[in-house]
Nanobody, 119 residues
Framework: VQLQASGGGLVQTGSSLRLSCAAS????????MGWYRQAPGKQREVVAT???????DYSYSVKGRFTISRDNAKNTVYLQMNSLKPEDTAVYYC??????????????WGQGTQVTVSS
């Protein structure tokens, strides 16, 4: 199982970015998938998840601005980030995990991609 995240960069407040997570070794529609982020000095936090059935969920801080999606043919998961704020600055990680009830349990991790939002 491998997850390759890309698409990060340095942008200004209010800009958009799309992160990609290319998976290999498994099909992304057979796992729940998630995006996490970790800012300097803070714990890693979940940003968005999508069930194997395609239902998304978002943290309160990004709801309405970020969209998680999946392209099964490309075996890739995306995170579209709009209206970016300086507090979105973090290293973003993708994850392949499982839902048990309403809780997402992270499993395999990819390497991170840095997102920096300047004010």
């Amino acid at each position: 199982v491998q997850l390759q995240a890309s698409g990060g960069g340095l942008v200004q407040t209010g800009s958009s970015l799309r992160l990609s997570c290319a998976a290999s070794g498994f099909a992304v529609d057979t796992y729940a998938m998630g995006w996490y982020r970790q800012a300097p000095g803070k714990q890693r936090e979940v940003v968005a998840t999508i069930t194997s059935g395609g239902s998304p969920d978002y943290s309160y801080s990004v709801k309405g601005r970020f969209t998680i999606s999946r392209d099964n043919a490309k075996n890739t998961v995306y995170l579209q980030m709009n209206s970016l704020k300086p507090e979105d600055t973090a290293v973003y990680y993708c994850n392949a995990g499982r839902y048990k009830g309403t809780y997402y349990f992270p499993g395999y991790w990819g390497q991170g991609t840095q997102v920096t939002v300047s004010s």
